[in-house]
């Protein structure tokens, strides 16, 4: 046929023969074919619940992000993922200066680690320098690995999950925890403390 459908991957010559009678003639196209762009949407990236995620794509020109879910915007190479909730995969179609599509799509998963809950106790009341166990409880799925109590003013030990205080105030403490994805969580306990022979009503 005149007008046949070429489709190389790779740059080809083609030859024409025509014929009329006994007589013939030959010409030649070359089709040359730019490589297709490889899109790059960076490395998978874990952060702590109520974060914000910066992607990394690379590769062309022109981005396309896929799904648009919590992400400040679908065409840039550099969009944010603003505080997703929960794990998620984004997928990266890129263009580059000669107009060629990527050929196939990238994948960066975004993994949120669970948020971090930690009660340290009801407010309680203490006799004055007498010894008094506190303990702070993890609550939820994230996995704490290191306490931090403040002040550490009366306290046997401020990097434990269970200290004793010594008071001979009425005081508040503040505790904090930390997961080894380095996200945080804290609660506070006030501690009353009597004198002598008195009567607390709680």
């Given amino acids: ?3 046949p459908v ?17 007589c013939t003639r030959k010409d030649s196209v070359t089709l040359f074919v730019n490589q297709a762009p490889i899109a790059d949407a960076g490395k998978d990236v874990t952060i702590c619940f ?9 590769g062309a020109i022109e981005y396309s992000w896929t799904p648009s879910t919590f992400l400040s915007s679908t065409s840039i190479a550099q969009p ?8 998620i ?3 990266l179609k890129v263009i580059d200066s000669k107009g060629c599509y990527s050929l196939k799509l990238d994948t960066v998963k975004v993994n949120v680690t669970p948020a971090v809950k930690l009660f340290a106790g009801n407010d309680t009341v203490a006799a004055i320098n007498q010894p008094l166990q506190l ?12 306490y931090t109590w403040s002040p550490a003013y ?5 990097n434990t999950s269970s200290p004793v205080a010594t008071l001979d105030r009425d005081f508040a403490y503040y505790v904090t925890g930390i997961t080894p994805a380095n996200c945080e969580g804290s ?12 009567i607390y009503v709680p």
């Fill in 1 to 3: 046929v005149s007008n």
């Fill in 6 to 22: 070429a489709s190389p991957v790779t740059t080809t010559r083609y030859v024409v023969t025509a014929s009329l009678g006994i």
């Fill in 50 to 58: 109520g974060a914000s995620a910066t992607l990394q794509g690379s």
């Fill in 80 to 87: 944010v993922s603003q505080r997703p909730k929960n794990n």
């Fill in 89 to 91: 995969d984004y997928y």
């Fill in 135 to 146: 303990q702070v409880i993890q609550l939820g799925a994230a996995t704490v690995t290191s």
């Fill in 154 to 158: 009366g306290l046997n030990n401020t």
């Fill in 187 to 198: 609660d506070t306990v006030k501690i009353k403390v009597y004198k002598g022979p008195e």
